[in-house]
């Protein structure tokens, strides 16, 4: 068996997410370096060591002369197997509870009772394996999720009253605080904008491509991206609400979510422990009187009870839940997709219709290039479109916006061959850019940027005519960026990408036999290009928040359905559906709290692969149940009627264990 290793085995973490997700302490902050090494995964240690040494004393006691050693052996080995679940049964003990770390622990100290040591120091040892196993599979799983603090900002800048900028946690940073973000930056806080001009890309917290103009008054939320410009802010919410904080608490969720058939068996392990222990002393006390034999003895009632004790206790049954859905919740984790516990991958399988938000979910939110529309006819020196291409590429190389992107990966794809050179160059935060051109019929003032931008430099009969225009192109769901160059205009037209691999996850689903539907507030002609580019069947168009949720209850009821979305305007639906699915790359803390599965690096090719994984966990819960039902059955009878020699008991019933866990830790493969 090999140890499982958690990103954190190589350094300590910070304390409060130490305490907040309850991580081993092997991970604890307080330990040095060398400490943690030592700690790293001990108890699997520990019952290595503890079996390495049982085999040993097996071979000693065939020796007289090393009968001495073989005890001391024996009594090393209950030490290191037998103290831990010793100290956990009398804890258990003294809060009045009786579960199966009591039982197994009556099993084994028991056992030596009547002579046979060896017997109870196998149960232990194989009871610790089977428990280091399981613990393992919890610390991997809780390992993969801790890491996701990486998603959100931890420092900001903070304008001191002086001007001078200090970087400080974002924990530190208290209501009211000024703090500074620069072009590129994530915003790390709420605040209000206080100093500057910018446009925000809000694309994972609204679902819009565009970036929106943030002045002066305007509030920021944290996790848009700043384009250009630098924004001053006035914190107006600490990082209790952050992502961070949000993404623990699901942590806490998943770790509390259980399954229906979980709980089932939490609730009955209590009872049912109690009547193994209570059968086990009537079988003690009656056997010698109905069947005549003695009280000790390997052929005794005492001896007997003991191995139905032991093999009637169900390890493997309530180990082959949890189990099972630790280790899905693990590699979903692993590989990005955060789940609020197995109770999500029960409702997953029972799902037969998959509903997609367009904007940010099947799209990319990435612009590309479609191309430009000239305003009015051209006369004999108007400009070539191949001109306008470059004067826009001249202005939009200085800018770091989604529709500066577009162009310039179009511009390096056709490389026209006129270079423009500009003059005075200037950027309107949050609107546009200006310049003086340097054409061939002399210098030219170029404008480029949104529509009103624009249109407050035209003549009023100008404005109308653009209006329509760019009213067209937007019903068709595109989106439009103006060129002014004199008085010469022309529109770029934008649309948003599909995200890679969308087809094959589509298609993927369709196989399975899943339908397809398509949720949008945008336009119907553009919501009928993207589903028919898709090969999604249904689709409704230009709906508003509270018409999506309609949609959503009324699919989720005819059958299961699974909701994918990102943003606010999705969180209702997400909340409504079976089972919601969030974007959550930056995303919005709105949506992320009301979905049941979160995509943390809006990895949705990964759909069809989730889908699966919660088809194959439901399969192997089915089938733990039976190996584990099995194992009680056929080792428990034989044990009773005098059949099963203690030892055999114990690997009969260790070896359920064992084989359930090793089952559930197929989920474990990619």
Known sequence: MTTA???????????????????????????????????????????????????????????????????????????????????????????????????????????????????????????????????????????????????????????????????????????????????????????????????????????????????????????????????????????????????????????????????????????????????????????????????????????????????????????????????????????????????????????????????????????????????????SDSLTEQQALSIAYALEKNAVHPIAKAILDYYSRHQPQTAIHLENFKSVPGHGLEAIALLPQGKVPVYIGNPDYIAAKLPPEFSGNLDIKIQEIQNRGELVAVLLVGSEIFLFRFRDALRPAMNETINALKARGYKTVMLTGDHQSNAKKIADELGIEDYYAELKPEDKLHHVTELAQKGGLAMVGDGVNDAPALARATVGICMGKVGSTTAIEAADVVLLHDNIELLDWLISKAHQTRAIVKQNVILATGAIIFASIPALAGWVPLWLAVVMHEGGTVLVGLNALRLLKK
């Open 5 to 379: 290793e958690t990103p954190h085995q190589e350094k300590p973490i910070v304390f409060e997410e130490f305490f907040d997700l309850g991580l081993q302490e092997t991970v604890s902050p307080f330990l040095t370096p060398e400490a943690r090494l030592w700690s790293a995964n001990l108890t699997l240690k520990s019952a290595i060591a503890a079996a390495f040494l049982l085999i040993i004393t097996f071979v000693l006691s065939f020796f007289p002369t090393t009968l001495s050693l073989s005890h001391f052996l024996l009594i090393v080995i209950y030490f290191l197997a037998g103290i831990p679940s010793l100290i956990e049964a009398i804890e258990d003990l003294s809060a009045f509870e009786i579960n199966i770390d009591v039982l197994m622990t009556l099993a084994a100290f028991s056992s030596v009772l009547i002579g046979s040591g060896m017997e109870g120091a196998l149960l232990l040892v194989l009871f610790a394996l089977s428990g280091a196993m399981e613990d393992a599979v919890t610390a991997k799983a809780k390992g993969a999720i801790s890491s996701l603090h990486k998603l959100s900002p931890t420092k900001a800048s903070v304008v001191e009253p002086d001007g001078r900028l200090i970087e400080r946690s974002v924990k530190d940073i208290k209501v009211g605080t000024q703090i500074l973000v620069k072009a590129g930056e994530v915003i790390p806080l709420d605040g209000e904008v206080i100093g500057g001009a910018s446009s925000v890309n809000l694309v994972h917290l609204t679902g819009e491509n565009l970036p929106v103009s943030k002045l002066i008054g305007d509030t920021v939320p944290a996790g848009g991206r700043n384009m250009e410009g630098s924004l001053t802010l006035t914190v107006t919410s600490t990082s209790a609400e952050s992502t961070l904080s949000r993404i623990i608490q699901l942590v806490i969720q998943a770790q509390e979510a259980r399954p229906a058939l979980q709980r089932w068996f939490d609730k009955l392990s209590r009872g049912y422990a109690i009547a193994i222990i209570l059968l086990a002393l009537l079988f003690a006390l009656t056997l010698p009187i109905f069947l005549g034999i003695p009280i000790l003895g390997v052929e005794g009632s005492l001896y007997r009870a003991i191995a139905f004790l032991i093999a009637a206790s169900p390890c493997a049954l309530i180990i082959a839940i949890p189990i099972a859905y630790l280790s899905a919740v693990s590699i979903c984790a692993k590989r990005g997709i955060l789940l609020k516990g197995g109770i999500t991958l029960d409702a997953l399988a029972r799902c037969h219709t998959v509903a997609f938000d367009k904007t940010g979910t099947l799209t990319l939110g990435n612009l590309l290039f479609e191309g430009m529309v000239r305003i009015g006819k051209g006369s």
